[in-house]
């Protein structure tokens, strides 16, 4: 017995030691310390609830039985317990009040946040930090305030809390590593974007731009230490170009001084070590604040000295931007820029125009370039101004058309083109509407092509085909071109390409609408050129289902042979429209079925689309030839081939397209229905049962 009360002294001496640390964790500042004490506090408590004392007593004691009594020992050890799960219960309550408060403070955080007003959101914050001090949310917010007030080192402290809280915290790196490359610790900054996509590889795209800044940035950094090298050791050029600039600097000169002042610099800008130098003393700022200058930009009818100024500006910006991409940051991100640039664009003086598209090409020969121009300008003017240049006749019009491809592949692009489409369609529409003989062709084929790249994305066509006049512009288009095949093949060529894309929203804008298309189809599978032909059968083989009106008129105009010839020529893509085609016809009227007998002898086009390892084209092909099993004694001339075998494959085959066993199967079925013969080499080839499992298979799918 004095062995076990021995040691319940010694657990209990240890309890009070352990229970000692877990209070001076719990008041630790180190919230992580702090959260981890009141976990193992809690599992304790219950470890406690379900111990028991090992001192029992001696039963062999001749006294007589009494209560058991407790030594002061268990008496302090339960007391102190007991206060100690107290305790943990009373701060369990109060973190739950607290996490309200500080929620509630976070939030106004916020609202300073969206204002502007840093200092007050800091200070939301913080209170929101004296409630909870574990709280990341508002450790990474603190840190976004700070970095803009340019308190780098505070936001890198609270991104570090923020990390202790969470290690895997992506907001904590993000911010921590806008704050190193503002500190110009270019490779800390680059770990720390590296390091969220570790955490997150979605962020890809994201972090990929962030880390396209780091490199420009560092590059810059570097050519603005090599150009004020250069300055300090008297370079001729380095000279010129800061002395130039103190002179444009001057202000309320003759516009003409700022133009001849301007095309001087112009001239110095030879290499990164000038254009760099033109940044480091504020040439942007010097040019952009001139309010003569900014005159001469926003006059209306421009006269031939703010013609000179206007245009010299241009050229400048060309100059310095050429290869220096930091230059164009801070060209495009100047507020003016997203205004004036597309307005110079749409200038109806040629030469400003002209070194306007110059200036734009020239951003966007780069992804970064690009990233700016759909960042920072205004794009629904830009897009406007670039469509007017269809009216010249030149390459000034082609130079416009591919600068808008190139933009249009941008996916930033992509999503503010769908988000704006409603304002912007009447502009597309325009296009369409345009007389292609007063148009330069070459340039109208570019910019139907980038609308037919973009209504590729299912929103975006979605929109496009909802509007009755887009519907009607295209279909007008296509009239006018009719007129000469051969000069506007381009013209039709593109516009077949976005039809198709229009004709795979389902419904059509119109029955009538669709019937225009296909009439206008029909009369193009009379042309020579293969890329029409298979384009015309592309869109033939999307509005033809659409209504038996539409098919009854194809069949007129022998829809049937022009698509056997198309399967007898083999190409893969215009076979697959051909079959589909015939697929729809045959499936709807008896003398489409009566017209691929006649034509097909023996089905032997159709035989060979069934091996085709294209599934659209095998699963149409079961489909057409089951259809044409309905004629009566035609099944017979397939007597001497294998077409149960071929068809038995189909349908037992693992096509990932159920509709292609579907139809095999069908087809099957009909072939024996049409004569029996058929159905015993079905059961030799033990069909029922692969058709059984085949069936049962597409039913639980």
């Given amino acids: 017995m004095a062995d076990d009360q021995e040691k319940d002294l010694q657990k209990f001496l240890k309890n009070v030691d352990e229970i000692t640390s877990l209070i001076q964790e719990m008041n630790s500042d180190d919230p992580v310390v702090q ?74 955080g916020n609202e300073a946040f969206v204002r502007g007003d840093y200092e007050t959101a800091i200070l939301h914050y913080s209170e929101g930090l004296e409630k909870l001090k574990d709280m990341k949310v508002l450790y990474t917010n603190r840190a976004q305030a700070y970095i803009k007030l340019g308190e780098y080192q505070k936001a890198l402290v609270d991104c570090d809390w923020a990390l202790k809280c969470d290690e895997k915290c992506t907001k904590a790196y993000f911010h921590m590593g806008k704050a190193y490359l503002a500190l110009k610790n270019y490779s800390v900054s680059r770990e720390c974007f590296q390091k969220i996509l570790e955490i997150n590889p979605q962020l890809q795209m994201q972090m990929k731009d962030h880390l396209i800044q780091v490199d420009l940035r560092e590059k810059a950094d570097l050519q603005e230490k090599e150009a004020h090298e250069s300055l300090d050791s008297g370079k001729s050029t380095a000279v010129t170009t800061k002395n130039l600039l103190e002179t444009l600097s001057k202000p309320d000169q003759n516009p003409l001084f700022y133009a001849g002042g301007i095309e001087i610099l112009t001239e110095m800008m030879k290499d990164n070590t000038e254009r760099t130098l033109f940044r480091t003393h504020n040439g942007f700022s010097i040019i952009n604040g001139n309010e003569v200058i900014r005159r001469c930009f926003s006059a209306e009818g421009k006269d031939v000295v703010e ?63 690009r990233s700016l121009i759909i960042s920072h300008l205004d794009l629904a003017r830009l897009l406007e101004a670039l469509l007017s240049f269809l009216d010249f006749s030149d390459k000034k019009a082609n130079s416009a058309m ?150 009854q008129e194809a069949l007129r105009a022998g829809v049937v042979k022009k698509m056997i010839k198309f399967l007898k020529m083999g190409g893969q893509t215009a ?126 799918a």
């Avoid at 597309?428 to 790249?453: F, Y």
């Fill in 402 to 551: 591919e600068l808008l491809t190139d933009l249009a592949l941008e996916e930033r692009f992509q999503v503010w083109f769908q988000a704006n489409l409603p304002s912007v369609l009447p502009v597309l529409t325009g296009v369409l509407k345009r007389d292609p003989q007063e148009t330069n062709t070459s340039a109208l084929s570019q910019c139907i092509t980038v609308m037919g790249n973009l209504s590729a994305e299912v929103a975006t066509r979605g929109q496009m085909s909802a509007s009755e006049d887009f519907g009607e512009a295209c279909l007008g288009l296509m009239a006018r071109c009719e007129e000469d095949v051969d000069l506007f093949r381009d013209i039709i060529y593109r516009l077949l390409g976005l039809m198709m894309n229009l004709c795979l929203q389902s419904p059509f804008v119109s029955e009538d609408w669709a019937m225009e298309v296909s009439r206008r189809c029909l009369c193009l599978l009379n042309s020579r050129d293969g890329g029409i032909l298979t384009r015309a059968a592309g869109v033939l083989s999307r509005t033809i289902s659409s209504s038996l009106k539409i098919v």
């Fill in 575 to 700: 076979s697959r429209y051909a079959i589909k085609t015939l697929a729809i016809c045959t499936n709807s009227c008896h003398e489409a079925r009566e017209e691929v007998i006649r034509l097909d002898k023996k089905f032997s086009v159709l035989r060979v689309l069934l091996s085709s390892e294209d599934e659209v084209v095998a699963g149409n092909a079961a489909l057409c030839l089951g259809n044409c099993m309905e004629v009566p004694r035609v099944a017979s001339a397939l007597l001497s081939t294998d077409i149960v075998k071929v068809l038995l494959k189909l349908a037992g085959g693992d096509a990932q397209k159920t509709a292609v066993q579907l139809n095999a199967g069908i087809a099957l079925g009909r072939l024996c229905t049409a004569e029996p013969r058929f159905a015993a080499q079905l059961r030799e080839l033990h069909g029922i049962e692969i058709l059984s499992s085949t069936m049962k298979s597409i039913s639980d």
């Fill in 307 to 369: 013609e000179t100024t206007c245009v010299s500006v241009l050229r400048l910006w060309q100059a310095v931007c050429s290869g220096n991409e930091e230059n164009q940051h801070l060209l495009v991100m100047h507020p003016d820029t997203g205004q004036l640039l597309p307005s110079l664009l749409a200038s109806k003086v040629p030469a400003i125009q002209q070194q306007s598209l110059a200036l734009l090409l020239q951003l966007a020969q780069t992804g970064n370039g």
């Fill in 35 to 108: 959260e981890k004490a009141i976990l193992n506090s809690e599992k304790r408590l219950l470890f406690m609830e379900e111990g028991q004392c090992r001192t029992t007593l001696n039963k062999t004691m001749i006294s007589p039985p009494q209560a058991p009594m407790k030594n002061a020992d268990e008496i302090s050890s339960e007391a102190f317990l007991a206060s100690v799960e107290k305790d943990a219960k009373e701060r369990a309550r109060r973190r739950r009040e607290n996490r309200v408060l500080a929620d509630a403070l976070k939030e106004k």
